[in-house]
């Protein structure tokens, strides 16, 4: 068995219409159907070559460290933009061949949204994927 890739990532949210909305105005993604046959009322949206979906629960996931990282291809501009679109941003502990920082979508999900600096052969490549910021 070799793995591939990841394909989505699916986080809890409590209310559907408010953080559908944030992701495709704010990030910019694409909400693409979902198959016909899906019996939970998820939501999809496209994040480059993987997808995002949103799960209805009554709760928002309990604050934890964790979250999905984005990649952009510049994070100053990426800072810009959602600062500009009243998103928090949250400073975080510098890492080797990145700049990054965290953001949260309206239920408390973590995002790390970074930019590769540089290419490191001790840490696998990290793929671009195109939000639209």
């Known amino acids: 068995m070799k793995l591939t890739g990841l394909r989505h990532v699916s986080i809890l949210v409590p209310d559907m219409e408010v953080a559908g909305a944030w992701y495709r105005d704010v ?5 693409v159907k979902r198959p016909s046959n ?6 999809w949206f496209e994040l480059g070559e993987q997808q995002l979906h949103l799960i209805p629960n009554d709760e928002p996931d309990p ?3 964790r979250h999905f990282a984005l990649h952009v291809d510049d994070c100053e501009v990426a800072r810009a933009t ?3 679109r009243g998103v928090a941003i949250q400073e975080t502990v510098p890492i080797g061949g990145a ?3 965290f953001i949260a979508d309206p239920d408390g999900n973590n995002i790390e949204t970074a930019f590769t600096v540089s290419a490191d052969p001790e840490r696998p490549v990290i793929r671009q994927v195109n939000v639209l910021l």
């Open 82 to 84: 959602l600062e500009g």
């Open 99 to 101: 700049k990054r920082f």
């Open 38 to 43: 899906a019996v939970t009322p998820v939501r």
């Open 27 to 31: 990030l910019g993604l694409q909400e």
């Open 63 to 65: 604050v934890s460290p």
